[in-house]
């Protein structure tokens, strides 16, 4: 079944009434545009040219690489109505101008004609545009030259580079941060330990798939605890170290967020000259390798032990080289 939102106007358009009755009940949208042709008789015209090809070929390009709709022509800004001579020979001049219009061009173009019945001379032309099978589409006549459009809203816009890279069937790399999530009003003279979660943020715009966190304890008296997403992952934990990856068919949102695991850190003194450290990695099906690692002297962390949670990160990162990305 045929679901185009402009399907259903095409099958009521027969006649100018059914014209005037569309241009009362309906705006420019994604799926419609109006337009007034640029001359008012195309009788002894042998080709389109001008503003009135540059609207072909933006819609072109704008409804091909979206989801379809459909230029009207003879129709103003205002929705006056502006029946035009030659309305005949403008229809097959379309046909013409899809092949320089764009590149690809377009492999699929309907028009139709409505004639007007108070000046039976003047009529109206609707070129009906297909989602494309060979987007993107790039416009090529003068003015909106190398310029790839899409359609959003009652406007076509410049397609985004991550949209058009998808287009042309490039992979979108995804990008993942680090987060850490302190409780909030934590009284530091009765806590006696450092607790804080990790969340992982997937920055780009694009979805993620196949999250995963390792991570390498070198710190005594800590305790690894579920975060609370730990239900989406699945892996396994060692003595000093833990390996999870989210559940088959999970997928992380651009912009979402989940947080796998918190650390819990009992605030006892170490062995003063002692190194000690915290090392962790995450990524994703096609991110980069997202690797921190933190190293200090037991006596360093000794000296924090009055301090809160938020110190404590500070101090990891100071003791690091932050995030270090690898392919």
């Known amino acids: 079944m045929d679901t ?3 399907t259903l106007i095409i099958e009521k358009l027969n006649n100018e009434n059914d014209l005037i009755n569309l241009v009362k009940e309906t705006e420019e949208c994604f799926y419609l545009d109006y337009k007034q042709g640029e001359k008012d008789d195309y009788s002894q015209s042998r080709s389109i040219k001008g503003p009135d090809l540059d ?4 819609s072109i390009s704008g409804f091909g690489n979206a989801l379809g709709g459909i230029l009207i022509f003879g129709v103003d800004k205002h929705k006056n109505l502006k029946p035009f001579k030659g309305y005949k020979i403008f229809e097959s001049l379309v046909q013409e101008s899809v092949s320089r219009s764009t590149n ?3 492999e699929k173009i309907e028009t139709l004609s409505i004639q007007s019945t108070k000046e039976q001379e003047k009529g109206y032309v609707v070129i009906i545009i297909h989602q494309s099978h060979n987007r993107p589409l790039q416009v090529i006549t003068n003015s909106n030259t190398h ?13 985004p580079h991550d949209v058009l ?5 490039k992979k979108i790399p995804v990008i993942l941060s680090i987060q850490y999530q302190v409780k909030l009003n934590e009284d530091t003279s009765t806590n006696n330990k450092f607790e804080f979660a990790f969340i992982i943020r997937n920055n780009s715009s694009v979805i993620a798939k196949d999250v995963w966190f390792n991570m390498d304890l070198g710190i005594p008296n800590t305790a690894v605890v579920q975060g ?3 239900n989406l992952f699945m892996g396994h934990k ?3 170290s833990i390996s999870v990856i989210t559940v088959k068919d999970y997928r992380l949102p651009p912009q979402g967020y989940i947080s796998p695991i918190s650390l819990s850190i009992l605030k006892n003194n170490l062995k003063d000259n002692q190194d000690y450290h915290l090392y962790f990695t995450f990524g994703c099906e096609g991110s980069k390798i997202n690797e921190f690692e933190s190293t200090f002297k037991g006596c360093e962390f ?4 009055n301090s809160d949670a938020k110190e404590l990160l500070n101090f990891l990162k100071e003791h690091s080289t932050g995030i270090i990305e690898k392919i």
Do not use: Q, V
Request: charged share 20%; net charge positive; proline share 5%.
């Open 238 to 240: 060692m003595a000093d």
């Open 147 to 159: 310029r790839y459009f899409y359609r959003t809203g009652e406007s076509h816009i410049d397609i």
């Open 165 to 169: 890279a998808g287009m042309f069937g």
């Open 302 to 305: 000794n000296k924090l032990l």
């Open 228 to 230: 609370n997403s730990f």
């Open 104 to 106: 690809p061009h377009h």
């Open 55 to 58: 609207n072909i070929a933006k």
């Open 4 to 6: 185009k939102p402009y």
